[in-house]
């Protein structure tokens, strides 16, 4: 039986179980010690609802490793792919200005027009030393107009010489004859020089090539107002062999070594007054058979189908197998016949 006094001091147990008992000293014990009945009637209560409603086996939590690994390939696949798009549009942009902003060509045109007189004039001065490298311009306003003018000397010597072109075609033939000849002599000389390590570069090449035809435009303009060959022979070897020999010397001095200073300025020199002579002798006739030619071409008539008598062709057939398996008479020699 147990006994609780009023003031909550002393509690007073008696127990008799075999004549023994046993008082409990309830001061020295935590007052809240009477909330133990709640903490057991919640722990009751979740005993009940674990055994009405079991947990299910929770779903086994991804390994960090797994997780970190597909963070960083995701975040890598995106740089990557940042960084395609953006070198790809730097570029974009870089060939759009290159070839939008005229301001690139700029250097390339700018000169007095004192600076070129004086640059054709040294075309046909022939350098003296060839020891170090000789000077080339850097410029292709010169050259341009040089070619421009070759095309108008070479449209006045058609007109001259009564050359009977299809209209539209002469100024065509003449841009293409003289520009072609300029860039594929440039770029062929410019390999060859790459070849034998020649110190030049492709638009100094175009500049050398390019006054170079200066020679060429004093030689046919006279030649063709003044119809001798012995002049143009006179100016060919004179004017031209001028402008060819300034090539080859500067050519010369920018090459280390004797094989590769003659294949080099062989060719030039041989190409270069070859030129002279097809635009002076074969440059006309070979035009005009080229432009006939095509007139003609163009003015065929079609191929039409002749209808056919299948009946009479038949029978020219037959007669010809007959005439073709037929023997041949035989006549007696003429001192046999009475």
């Known amino acids: 039986m147990t006994h609780r006094s009023t003031g909550g001091h002393l509690m007073c147990l008696d127990m008799f179980q075999g004549g023994g008992s ?12 009477g909330s133990s009945f709640e903490d057991m009637g919640e722990i009751h209560q979740r005993l009940k609802d674990e055994e009405e409603n079991p947990e299910q086996d929770p779903e086994p939590a991804p390994e960090p490793d797994q997780d970190f690994l ?19 549009k730097r570029q974009a942009s870089k060939a759009f200005n290159l070839y939008a ?35 080339i311009a850097g410029e292709l306003y010169g050259p341009l107009m040089l070619v421009f003018t070759l095309v108008a000397i070479l449209l006045q010597g058609m007109k001259t010489s009564n050359t009977q072109i299809i209209g539209g075609t002469l100024m065509g033939t003449a841009i293409g004859t003289c520009f072609g000849y300029w860039l594929c002599m440039s770029g062929l000389v410019y390999f060859l020089a790459y070849l034998v390590n020649a110190q030049i570069t492709m638009l100094q ?10 020679g060429h435009c004093i030689v046919l303009f006279v030649t063709y107002n003044i119809h001798f060959h012995f002049l143009f022979f006179f100016l060919w070897l004179l004017v031209g062999g001028l402008s060819t020999l300034r090539m080859v010397l500067v050519l010369v001095s920018r090459t280390v070594g004797q094989t590769p200073r003659l294949v080099l300025c062989g060719s030039v020199a041989a190409l270069h007054l070859l030129f002279l002579l097809y635009l002076h002798f074969s440059y006309h006739s070979i035009v005009q058979g080229l432009m006939e030619t095509l007139e003609n071409g163009n003015n065929l008539e079609p191929m039409q189908r002749v209808a056919r008598d299948v009946s009479q062709l038949d029978s020219t057939c037959d007669t010809e197998d007959r005439t073709l398996t037929e023997p041949a008479p035989l006549t007696a020699p003429s001192h046999q016949r009475i």
């Not at 597909?70 to 790809?88: H, I, N, P, T, Y």
């Not at 045109?109 to 003296?128: A, C, N």
């Not at 090449?205 to 200066?214: D, K, V």
């Open 22 to 33: 046993a008082v409990i000293d309830m001061e020295n014990m935590d007052d809240t010690s």
């Open 101 to 135: 902003n005229i301001d690139i060509l700029r250097p390339y045109f700018d000169v007095e027009p004192g600076q070129v007189r004086t640059r054709l004039l040294e075309s046909l001065i022939p350098v003296r030393m060839v020891s170090f490298p000789q000077k």
């Open 205 to 214: 090449t175009l500049a050398l090539l390019g006054y170079g035809l200066f």
């Open 70 to 88: 597909k963070e960083f390939k995701g975040q890598l696949g995106r740089q990557v792919a940042d960084e395609v798009w953006e070198a790809g």
